[in-house]
């Protein structure tokens, strides 16, 4: 079982950055593909990036390419996700966590069935 803690969320300017961590502990995950999905009000939670047990693939999803970056770090434990030139529609929940199973590719991480269970997320708002 793992265990997933999301932080710095917060409010900021359109254009402005932030950067979002994921702690995690409980299993090792330095063979896990590890992911972000964010989640706004009255929608689907949806994928936004996902980064391999090796950190050398990523994928992100079209409203973020060139914006977002996804990185790890296996010996702290933690998967970060760099915002840059945010924009209101990027406001949401954003929540990160593991694939069930190890290794594997980032192909498929949009799939929410194959990740396990969720944290608290953290929260990002943009005013327009």
């Known amino acids: 079982q793992v265990q997933l803690v999301e932080s710095g969320g917060g409010l900021v300017q359109a254009g402005g950055s932030l950067r979002l961590s994921c702690v995690t502990s409980g299993r090792a995950l330095n063979t896990y593909t590890m992911a972000w999905f964010r989640q706004a009000p009255g929608k689907e939670r949806e994928f936004v990036s996902a980064?391999?047990?090796?950190?050398?693939?990523?994928l992100y999803s079209d409203s973020v390419k060139g914006r977002f970056t996804i990185s790890r770090d296996n010996a702290k434990k933690t998967v970060y996700l760099q915002m840059n030139s945010l924009k209101p529609e990027d406001t949401a929940v954003y929540y990160c966590?593991?694939?069930?199973?190890?290794?594997?590719?980032?192909?498929?991480?949009?799939?929410?069935?194959?990740?396990?269970?969720w944290g608290q997320g953290t929260q990002v708002t943009v005013p327009s």
């Open positions: 966590n593991a694939k069930v199973n190890p290794y594997g590719s980032v192909a498929d991480s949009q799939l929410k069935a194959i990740f396990g269970s």
């Open positions: 980064i391999d047990w090796s950190g050398v693939g990523t």
